[in-house]
């Protein structure tokens, strides 16, 4: 049985706060769309989390200038095992950009989080996502 449960959200990196305010207006007062959750962390910038009803849109606003046009930052996947996910992807000869981790989230309510970044088989950024 799988580590793997599922997708956890996917990550879209906004261009400064303005960005990302003009994105949360977009997809929550037009397309009907729910903020969850919103935080700064220290290092990173502000995000927020968007609940689609069907999954999340995880905002950022710490966008290099040199994103192209509909990329994605990364995508996430839900794990029972943080540990555990990244060894499949070891032993797949894959890259691991960052070995699992646990983290504090500043939102209301706090998130306890263990995640790990890894590379796919076509170089995608695949945030390994446990909830604690």
């Not at 449960?5 to 996917?10: A, I, P």
């Not at 999340?56 to 996910?85: C, F, M, P, Y």
């Not at 981790?101 to 306890?112: F, G, H, I, R, Y």
Request: hydrophobic content about 40%; aromatic content about 6%.
């Amino acid at each position: 049985m799988s580590t793997i449960t599922g997708m956890n959200h996917v990550a879209l990196n906004c261009h400064g706060k303005k960005e990302m305010d003009e994105v949360i207006d977009f997809y929550c007062n037009v397309l009907g769309f729910r903020k969850t959750a919103g935080c700064y962390v220290d290092g990173l910038g502000n995000m927020a989390m968007i609940d689609t009803g069907t999954g999340t849109i995880e905002l950022w606003d710490n966008a290099e200038q040199k994103r192209g046009d509909g990329v994605i930052g990364h995508l996430a996947l839900t794990v029972e095992s943080a540990d555990e996910a990244v060894e499949l992807f070891r032993k797949e000869g894959l890259p691991i950009d960052s070995e699992p981790a646990d983290l504090v989230l500043d939102t209301e309510p706090k998130m306890n989080i263990r995640v790990a970044f890894v590379r796919g088989k076509a170089g995608e950024s695949i945030e390994i996502f446990q909830e604690r």
